[in-house]
């Protein structure tokens, strides 16, 4: 079957593809007709096709959908460009599943959510643990399948999950080498940095993310500090341990230009956003070696 990724690598063939639309946007050309540009995906590998002479409203229809779609690439401007001359959905006589298409983390989400709680367990602070375990056990559902992101990195299912789960990896191996750090704040800090990306987004089901109105308006920063603050309230912890944990989430972007409320103002502070950057960058990095031969560049990263 050929795949979104055989398009990329330039394997045009006049098979019919399938793949989910992740995205439809109109778009309008210089002399004035109406075209669709289509984002779509085959689980792990995205490209945009071009169907010409069609509204929104007539393809929007296929958005979030398992579709099949005739497209032909050719060369325009050096580059490779696609266009879609058909679309339709799919049936059970085409043999397909849409949960197939469906990006997923690596590791089940069960796994990544057990030992992030056995984590808390754990801990010898009660402030600590009350609040992860209380925020945690509140919202497994959504736990379980939540993508980090719309567009960047860990935007699959159960991406959120993955990328707490490999922060607390890390910050669990990195604390050990700094003596004076609070190791449990910044494991804690780490497990509930992106809380507040349960109520930034809402997952398709493509499994990628797409944003509520609380998201827009507030974001996640502020969400999941605003919703840690409440339940350490509500659970009457340690007040200080509390707003150590606060500002750990308010200033994990790093600067404010990144979107942090504040800056990072302690030392496991700075390491949770550290972690926070390596971890999303490194995710990239993963993605584009994916497409990548040995010895090629992509985007200034290069595979030996």
Not at 92 to 109: R, T
Not at 147 to 160: D, E, F, T, V
Not at 181 to 200: F, P, S, T
Request: with cysteine; proline share 2%.
């Amino acid at each position: 079957m050929i795949s979104v990724k055989d398009f990329k690598d330039g394997i045009v063939t006049n098979d019919n593809l399938f793949a989910i639309v992740k995205e439809v946007s109109e778009r309008e050309s210089k002399n004035g007709s109406k075209y669709v540009v289509l984002t779509i995906s085959d689980g792990k590998n995205d490209i945009q096709v071009k169907m010409w002479n069609k509204t929104g409203e007539e393809i929007s229809k296929y958005q979030g959908t398992l579709a099949c779609l005739h497209v032909e690439g050719s060369m325009y401007n050096g580059q490779l460009s696609f266009v879609a001359t058909t679309i339709r959905e799919t049936t059970m006589n085409d043999g397909v599943k849409f949960e197939d298409f469906i990006p997923s983390a690596p590791i089940p989400s069960e796994d990544m959510y057990n030992y992030i709680v056995n984590m808390f367990n754990s801990m010898k602070n009660d402030s600590l643990k009350r609040i992860g375990l209380k925020l945690y056990e509140d919202n497994k559902d959504k736990l379980l399948i939540w993508p980090a992101a719309q567009k960047m990195h860990h935007n699959i299912k159960g991406g959120l999950l993955y990328h707490t789960y490999r922060m607390v990896k890390s910050a669990e191996i990195s604390v050990k080498a700094y003596k004076n750090v609070n190791a449990e704040l910044v494991v804690a800090g780490v497990a509930l940095h992106d809380i507040g990306k349960l109520w930034e987004m809402v997952p398709t089901d493509g499994g990628y993310g797409e944003y509520t109105k609380d998201g827009v308006l507030f974001g996640h920063i502020y969400l999941g500090t605003s919703v840690v603050e409440r339940c350490g309230y509500e659970l009457g912890v340690d007040e200080s341990i509390l707003k150590h944990l606060m500002h750990i989430i308010a200033s994990h972007h790093g600067k404010k230009e990144f979107g942090a409320i504040e800056v990072p103002k302690t030392q496991e502070a700075y390491i949770v956003s550290e972690l926070d950057m390596l971890d999303s960058q490194l995710y990239m990095y993963e993605k584009d070696e994916l497409d990548m031969k040995p010895g090629e560049f992509n985007h200034d990263r290069v595979k030996f």
